[in-house]
């Protein structure tokens, strides 16, 4: 299809583990973003990627989550040593321009759920 | 803290009937952006309102914008059940930052 792919769609592990997401953006969509959203809570930036630029990470919670992008194609967000409060659903989205007026569109996200 | 807050929490109504969303925000911004969210699902893009406009449409929806009161409404007229969906608020930063900053959002419940 042509809109955000995230995989996996639910993810389940146990405290402690590391876990890889997986995002897709639409093609030539040069920005890309990852955001946290807890349940019945709004989302939660966490970081931001602009064509080569270097990422904006200041969203990142703390040093066991880290992102990649190759150059405007797929992005993983990696959660390292996982815990109880990481659960949440992570959204990718990913926008056609610069800036902040052009719309973001998003995955369906993928539940993460930490035991 | 985030820079918008969606009022009400929840709202049900009856399909037909009006539904009227209020967000407001802390600080200047470039633009604000209103995005839905069905259950289980990503936000999909509505509409976006620039701080130097006060209004706007798009078929059903109606956005308004008060700088002066920081705070936007948006309205859904003759609600149909597919617009059963939370609704959430995006602030653009008036600093060239390039992220969105979300609200809680609005559950909204159109009843048959």
């Known amino acids: 299809g042509a809109g955000v792919s995230q995989s996996p769609s639910n993810k389940v592990t146990e405290k402690g583990k590391d876990v890889e997401l997986r995002c897709d953006p639409i093609s030539g969509h040069t920005a890309l973003y990852w955001y946290r959203q807890r349940l019945g809570q709004g989302l939660e930036f966490l970081i931001y990627?602009?064509?080569?630029?270097?990422?904006?990470k200041s969203g990142l919670p703390s040093d066991r989550f880290s992102a990649e992008r190759t150059g405007e194609s797929v992005s993983t967000l990696t959660i390292q040593r996982t815990q109880q409060e990481d659960s949440a659903v992570y959204l990718c989205a990913s926008s056609i321009g610069t800036g902040t007026t052009s719309p973001q569109h998003f995955g369906d996200g993928t539940r993460l759920s930490i035991l | 803290s985030q820079q918008g807050e969606e009022d009400p929490q929840a709202l049900s109504i009856q399909e037909g009937e009006n539904a009227t969303m209020n967000c407001s925000y802390k600080?200047?911004?470039?633009?604000l952006q209103w995005y839905r969210q069905n259950s289980g699902r990503g936000l999909v893009h509505l509409i976006l309102?620039?701080?130097?406009?006060r209004e706007k449409h798009s078929g059903r929806l109606r956005v308004t914008l008060d700088t002066s009161k920081k705070s936007s409404s948006l309205l859904i007229t003759a609600s149909r059940a597919a617009d059963t969906a939370s609704y959430f608020c995006?602030?653009?930063?008036?600093?060239?930052?390039?992220?969105?900053?979300f609200g809680k959002g609005t559950m909204l419940l159109v009843s048959p």
């Open positions: 995006a602030t653009a930063a008036n600093s060239g930052y390039s992220t969105l900053t």
């Open positions: 600080t200047s911004i470039n633009n």
């Open positions: 990627f602009q064509g080569n630029s270097a990422p904006d």
């Open positions: 309102i620039r701080s130097n406009e």
